[in-house]
């Protein structure tokens, strides 16, 4: 039998949302309707004939709500199968009447912790027995109908359910209590014990909208999952939750590419106007300038080549005029925290630019773990918030650094943290003069890097490169004196690394015949 009446539910709800509009519409189909505390003081105020679960169990509610549902006429009525003859008999002899819909939406746990509630009423938001009725519920899904969230009473109002319904609704439902175990165990091991990394770490992640139209590749299949959970940082906003305003759904590479570029661009939301230009993950032009159109055009002239067809994320509310500029070039996806009238505007004739905006940007020194796939298992780590002031950093070499050159140097070392390794980035007069990312050593980095930045001078006819007297960082020493060699001959004049190799002396007597000023992070940024 695949299609049940439905005779008995019973509601019990924290979000009431719909709720009454519900049960009016199963009463008017003869469902007999118990419910519990507030639930049912809600629906006999819309006017609705109701049975408190007291009535049903012969128990009161008792020691502030926390014993209610627990009982044999509850999860008897919920668990027995329907046509096993000893179920049925134990169901006559205890009295015990069937339910055949539960509807529970369960304690605000996670909205608790966010708001900052105190230790004693966050636990006293773990909810019991409504987890324990949804899985009952769940578990006999071939007689009883399982709703948890309000999206889903449609489903139901009509009084009678299908199988493949039931079915549906138990897979919710279990996804549901495990999200939400999730949620306070995650909540114990984090929060509450200040455990780094537990034993078991209780990860739950949601997909965010339909699938994606494919992975990396064509032939692969992708969706998207937001994290859920209390305590993990694991679901900090970001390119999942902007709105999108514009253009087609993202792709998988989307998605990956505009992330590498919102967590860049974050790293300056302090800073005067910025703009970050990504592609394949990898920053190929960033700047910041007086103004936001000054900004994205000194990125932009860094890499035009690469630029086509790439990421573009900036750190203000998007004007008119630097929307014209951005739209002069195909782009993928832009990031804003924001934008005009007039910006939207000019992307809106551009129906396949994708426009995000964020409203606050990420704080890129915020807690929390990342954590990446391997066979058999997760990597996770902390996040890489590591962060260098100027007071920070050790001079090394015989030169000290100008005001100019210390500028050039922490700017190139923000940009470099976000360049896969290995890395190294020439910066001038606060803009990337050239990119070296993901090569297998740091000398061919140092090389790609000057090679690029003297193609952008070309292009442009500046007559020079911007490495000519340019800052240059690398995410990690240089194990020997090539690489700083290879960046003495594009030109630049100051050095950012974070040192710790055994040839330092060597690399530092390098630059000190060069005349370099070189600065130690004692931090390196690999990035893979």
Not at 18 to 28: F, H, I, P, Q
Not at 207 to 231: D, I, K, S, V, W
Not at 328 to 343: H, L
């Amino acid at each position: 039998m695949t299609s049940i009446p439905i005779r008995r539910a019973l509601l019990s709800v924290s979000d009431k949302t719909g709720v009454v509009d519900l049960a009016r519409a199963l009463s008017e189909k003869g469902v007999e309707l118990v419910s519990t505390g507030g639930t049912a003081r809600a629906l006999r105020d819309a006017g609705l004939a109701v049975q408190d679960i007291s009535d049903l169990t012969g128990f009161p509610e008792m020691m502030d709500g926390r014993v209610k549902t627990l009982h044999p006429k509850v999860h008897g009525g919920l668990l027995a199968v329907r046509d096993d003859a000893a179920h049925a008999a134990s169901m006559q002899e205890h009295g015990i009447g069937a339910i055949d819909l539960v509807v529970v939406n369960l304690y605000p746990f996670v909205q608790t912790v966010a708001k900052g509630a105190d230790r004693d009423e966050i636990v006293e938001n773990i909810d019991i027995g409504g987890p324990s009725m949804v899985r009952s519920a769940a578990k006999n899904h071939a007689y009883v109908a399982i709703v948890t969230d309000p999206a889903d009473y449609p489903l139901v109002e009509s009084g009678e359910t299908t199988l493949a319904t039931r079915k549906r609704l138990a897979a919710k439902a279990f996804a549901r209590t495990a999200e939400y175990d999730s949620a306070i165990a995650s909540w114990f091991g984090f929060a509450d014990q200040g455990e780094r990394f537990p034993e078991t770490l209780p990860l739950t992640l949601k997909r965010a909208g339909p699938e994606l139209r494919y992975g990396e590749n064509p032939h692969q299949t992708a969706a998207f999952y937001a994290a859920t959970g209390a305590g993990t940082n694991l679901g900090a906003r970001g390119v999942g939750q902007a709105r999108q305003v514009q253009g087609k759904a993202l792709s998988y590479n989307n998605y990956n590419d505009a992330d590498a570029a919102l967590e860049l661009v974050a790293e300056f939301r302090d800073a005067q106007p910025s703009c970050v230009i990504v592609k394949h993950a990898n920053p190929c032009g960033v700047a910041t300038a007086a103004t936001l159109g000054e900004a994205y055009a000194e990125a932009f002239a860094c890499d035009t080549v690469s630029a086509f067809g790439g990421i573009i994320a900036v750190n203000r509310p998007l004007d008119g005029e630097t929307a014209k500029a951005i739209t002069g070039i195909f782009t993928e996806v832009v990031i804003a925290p924001d934008a005009d009238e007039e910006a939207l505007a000019l992307f809106a004739a551009r129906k396949n630019l994708r426009l995000l905006l964020t409203g606050e940007l990420p704080d890129p020194g915020r807690a929390g773990l990342s954590a990446k796939s391997i066979a058999g298992g997760w990597l996770v780590q902390s996040r890489d918030a590591g962060r260098i002031t100027a007071a920070e950093l050790k001079v090394v070499t015989e030169r000290q650094p100008t005001e100019q050159e210390l500028a050039d140097c922490l700017f190139a070392w923000t940009v470099a943290k976000h360049v896969k390794s290995n890395a190294i980035v020439y910066a001038k007069d606060g803009a990337t003069a050239g990119v070296g990312a993901g090569q297998m050593n740091r000398l061919e980095s140092a090389r790609i890097a000057a090679w690029k930045a003297k193609d952008a001078a070309d292009k442009a006819g500046w007559g020079a490169p911007r490495t000519i007297g340019s800052a240059v960082a690398s995410d990690a020493f240089f194990p020997f004196a090539d690489g700083l060699l290879a960046a003495v001959e594009a030109g630049a004049t100051a050095v950012i690394q974070p040192g710790g190799s055994i040839r330092d002396d060597e690399v530092i007597a390098a630059a000190n015949e060069a005349g370099l000023a070189m600065v130690f992070t004692g931090m390196r940024h690999f990035r893979h």
